[in-house]
């Protein structure tokens, strides 16, 4: 059933010591002027680095900018989820991979933002139909 766009949330998991830095400058890029010197991973490094390196085919489905790349570099963009189960939420509490530790379920915070906010706000974005590092066409 279709619930309407106002109510899709997306959803982004990050240390609590991350907050202050995130209420002060928002959510930012590792490349932002803004960006948090002292910014808590709690992700796989090697997703990280993966993404940093990993150009994917693109078309614009019409929201975002009306600009339509041919690709784009996902470590360009912040991952967001559709849900709140993410994997990357087990791995961040146990472990595993490459995460440097293990980090306890009560430092992870959970950010969400209204899909319809996102349209709005006139930034680039881009929807995978699974996990970015094996798809080749994000729309």
Do not use: W
Request: hydrophobic content about 40%.
């Amino acid at each position: 059933m279709y619930c309407g766009i106002n109510k899709v949330i997306l959803y982004r998991i990050t240390h609590i010591d991350n907050i202050p830095h995130i209420l002060q400058h928002g959510i930012t890029h590792k490349d932002s002027p803004n960006k948090n010197p002292d910014y808590k991973n709690i992700g796989d490094l090697s997703l990280i680095v993966n993404r940093s390196k990993k150009f994917v085919s693109v078309e614009n489905g019409g929201f975002g900018s009306a600009i339509s790349l041919t690709s784009i570099q996902l470590g360009d963009f912040i991952p967001f989820y559709f849900g709140v189960k993410m994997p990357m939420l087990y791995v961040a509490q146990h472990g595993g991979n490459f995460v440097e530790r293990a980090t306890s379920p009560i430092d992870i915070i959970y950010l969400g933002c209204s899909m319809s906010k996102l349209i709005s706000s006139n930034i680039d974005f881009y929807f995978t139909d699974g996990h970015a590092r094996y798809v080749y066409l994000i729309l």
